[in-house]
């Protein structure tokens, strides 16, 4: 298609979603306001329960968001002054803002060039007697090398705390078996913001684990640290998803996996598309994984000059993440300068994503694909 022929394909459409599951959503909103459970109650429930079998764990503990999962995770670990928590520079803010929140200091180590995960070698270096955890992301719903860090961790006493925020179902080949993100860490967070590929009608998370007292514990501190009501053994805050969330969630759920599918359809579409274009790098998957696709991310060359020519050709497009966190400006006592993590600074520097929601029509991919390639003829 002639990129002259200007056709909208914006970067997320949540319209188009719902579009699809409108009624069955409108139904789960209203089975919320007839049974009047507007917290917890019986669709958290079932949520709670499909979604452990969905990611392949024993227990699920709905959060206000993906934040406060990984915070509250965190904080059980018992983290003080000084204890050190091993993550990745390239990711959203959250990740290290929980660790920070929790009372912990985050070491930021590098990434690896191909998959923008965190790179298990630089957590190895990175370890020392005040490490406590690692926090691996799973980014752009691609697994990190999960089997590498479990031996990292395994014999040191430092948990890991998976952040799956852009992974629900991203799964790992380890030792000849799938292994999903979520299923081999201590604990793990999940985020459904709205544009994630589970979203919510507004802000929801979720915590999962296989250690039954973790469980329990992030339980009570969603509830203010009380088992019993009025009665408090430690402080812990408001933390509940509340019930309109969980049931738009539970009615999106079955069609999740569908939904993945074609994200993954549109990348191989995207990537056939793209990668004999000079100046631009198709994402590359690592051959243990099979990735969810939350966002679709090349590395490009001139990348603020294509963004403006996709924005002034109709095509949404986004930046995940131009400023890597260890040289953020609340960080800066922690002493990173620049240069320091040159992978997740080239990173920052080269990336863009494209339009990926399953929605997208032969068309619109054919048309992101002209507007690039039209670029950089
Ligand atoms: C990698 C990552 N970690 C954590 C979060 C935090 O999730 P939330 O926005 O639900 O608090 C997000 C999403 O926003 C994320 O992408």
């Known amino acids: 298609m002639n990129p002259s022929t200007k056709l909208k394909v914006p970067f997320v459409d949540l319209k188009a979603q719902h ?13 919320v306001v007839d049974t009047a459970y507007f917290v917890g109650g019986p669709k958290l429930q079932r949520f709670e329960e499909e979604f452990a079998a969905y990611v392949g764990t024993n227990f699920t503990v709905g959060m206000s968001s993906g934040t406060s999962a990984l915070e509250l995770a965190l904080k059980v670990i018992g983290i003080g002054p000084g204890d050190e928590v091993i993550t990745t520079p390239f990711t959203f803010f959250a990740t290290a803002g929980a660790i920070h929140n929790a009372g912990g200091t985050p070491v930021f180590v590098d990434i690896e060039p191909g998959t923008f995960n965190i790179d298990p070698a630089a957590v190895e270096a990175a370890i020392t007697p005040r490490t406590r955890a690692i926090v691996p992301v799973h980014l752009y719903g691609q697994m990190a090398a999960m089997e590498r860090l479990l031996a990292i961790a395994r014999g040191r006493g430092v948990k890991i705390v998976e952040d799956a925020a852009q992974a629900i179902g991203a799964r790992r080949s380890i030792d000849g078996e799938w292994r999903l993100a979520g299923e081999l860490g201590w604990a793990t967070g999940y985020s459904f913001f709205p544009s994630k590929n589970l979203g919510a009608w507004g802000d929801g998370g979720m915590m999962v684990t296989s250690d039954d007292a973790l469980a329990e514990r992030l339980r009570r501190l969603r509830l203010h640290g009380g088992a019993k009501q009025y009665h408090h053994d430690e402080v812990g805050t408001n933390s509940r998803l509340d019930s309109v969330q969980a049931a738009v969630l539970l009615a999106k759920l079955p069609h999740l996996a569908g939904w993945s599918n074609k994200r993954r359809a549109h990348a191989a579409s995207y990537t056939k598309a ?7 790098r198709t994402p590359v998957v690592d051959g ?7 966002q679709y991310t090349l590395r490009v060359e001139r990348r603020d000059e294509l963004q403006a020519h996709l924005k002034k050709h109709g095509v949404g497009n986004a930046v995940y993440y131009p400023v890597p966190l260890h040289l953020q400006n609340c960080f800066r006592h922690l002493g990173y300068t620049r240069g320091r993590l040159p992978e997740a600074e080239r990173a920052a520097a080269e990336v ?21 390639r039209g670029f950089y003829r």
């Not at 959503?25 to 209203?30: H, P």
């Not at 793209?274 to 631009?280: F, H, Q």
């Not at 494209?354 to 991919?365: D, G, N, S, V």
């Open 288 to 294: 243990a994984n099979e990735p969810i696709f939350h």
């Open 274 to 280: 793209l990668k004999d274009v000079s100046g631009v």
């Open 352 to 372: 863009i994503s494209l339009p990926i929601y399953p929605e997208l029509t032969p068309e619109q991919i054919g048309y992101v694909v002209d507007t690039i």
């Open 19 to 31: 579009q699809s599951v409108r009624s069955e959503l409108l139904q789960a909103l209203t089975d």
